[in-house]
């Protein structure tokens, strides 16, 4: 009976506005998404939800580390307030205002892609810029380079300029100058940089800890054992508080063995129990210790559904854009952002079978990246992030999702989450931590596709890879990349001109391509409309050539790609730190 009524509703569905709107298959329309049925985009976008849920609750513990706007009363004997009641106090309410700002953010993300660009992808606030924003950027309790008001106004402006880019065509023109082992690398470096929050104590597990004579070293020690005026360096019995273990093996072994074997939801699962183990209070791994900030916390959690308002985060921009350091902040986050939702969307869009392999380019794609960027702008306006599409969206395109109902079927289940923010407020960091390392651990896969083979290519990658961990900051390891990069790769490029072939590294032809991209920086609809035509807005259908490694032939990785997917996470990762798919036109090689 059930299967008849799903059968006639979604034929009824597809026949009405929605299913043309929409392009369900069935609907009549042009360019119907063929298989695609109502029931199946709403179950495949509860998948998504229960995939990428887990942000809620980390993308808050991440950002509340900087403290948010709280105010420091700085003591000598406690200068960055780290057992100062008042300022934690505070941070506890940054952390609650955040777990409602990104379940609203991501309501608002997910309901736009998919009514306007009507694609089945995900979108809510990135993991590894939250943490440059946190870390690098605003700093642990406010440490950084610049205060966390000043920050968003970067993640806000970075929002409006990544319009404008998607607009004039210049985000495909910066994607394709970019050497492809650079972006592997990057994605890969932040890989490592959330692994490595992940193991310490501040938003993360707590295996790592300070250490005199290394920097770091093994953490997670009593609080009777801790230096009282360093609170992360332990001065003796390491790895013997309780919560480490439970973090190691519930959320982190736990959640591993659950993914090995397919298990939809693993990482929200490993979080949860987590979490469930650490509520009672008469515990040595409660969450709700009886002091000022466990009755607190408890007090809130006790509440279970409500809705809690925002109360510090929003609207909290400065918009003073004097300071040269939010300028680094700002193209930093460009950046990344540009490479990462190319990358993601592309991939998602090429699984969900919506791409179009003659002109390399998918349905509605300025519309995604539009929206994509609106949502950047509005997530700074709620207090968090910069705001990216979701690898966690390939699972609920396995399950049939093709459709931008897909999307806002996620969106709602964003939004209901909204009024339980009581509960994602009580996931401890030792909960989340696994989580962390496992998502870097995903990333890091990207190296493998690194063109090892050329040094000129291969120790500006690695140079990005290792700084970015090593320095907490993203920016620095893209620098370092960039810089290496021009070096190693212009002066054997000005030789070869110089010398006409004679000057060149005996393997210069395993050197990937590199250079200012032939055609122009103008975009082709601005070309269509010098030329008069008037229809500039409508796409050729002449086949663009991909960019891919020097020598290397047949297709390109993005197609080798498509022919061999599964419905796990971990085997989409790859494809999101990858991305090959951007238009390309012959360019001049370095």
Known sequence: MLGNFAERSNAAIARSAVGRWFKLDGSGVKGERKGSKFWTE?????????????IISVNAIIISQCGGNCVCNSTPDDPICN???????CKDEIRRDLITATAAVST??????????????????????????????????????????KALAAVFLEGWIFLILTLLGIRQWLARTIPRSLTLATGAGIGLFIAFIGL?????IGVIGGDYSNMVGLGGCKDQYKDPDHPYYCLSHVLQRPTIWIGIFLGGFLTVLLMMYRIRGAILFGILLVSIISWPRP??????????????SFDFFKKVVTFRPIQRTLNAIDYDYSDGKIWLALITFLYVDIMDTTGTLYSMARFAGVMDERTADFENSTIAYCVDAFTISIGALFGTSPVTAYIESATGISEGGKTGITAMASGACFFISVFFAPIFASIP?????????ISGSLMIRNVVDINWHYLGDAVPAFLTLIIIPFSFNIAYGLIAGIFAMIILKGIPYALNKVSKGRIQPPNYDAREDWGVPSGGLAPQWAKKLAKGDKKFWVADNDELALPRHSGETGKSGNENQAHSRSASVDEKIQEKDSPKPMVSEPREQV
Do not use: K, Q
């Open 429 to 437: 960091a030792w909960a989340t931590g696994g989580a962390l390392v």
């Open 200 to 204: 310490l104590p501040a938003g993360g």
């Open 283 to 296: 515990t040595e791994i409660t969450y709700f210790p009886h002091n000022p900030i466990g009755d607190a």
């Open 83 to 89: 057992n100062n009641v008042e300022y934690n106090l």
């Open 108 to 149: 608002i993300a997910c309901f736009l892609m998919g009514a306007f660009a009507n694609l089945p992808v995900a979108l809510a606030p990135g993991m590894g810029l939250n943490a440059y924003f946190a870390f690098s950027v605003v700093g642990y309790n406010g440490t950084g380079t610049i205060p966390f008001n």
């Open 42 to 54: 709403i179950r495949a976008g509860i998948t998504t939800f229960s995939a990428m849920v887990y």
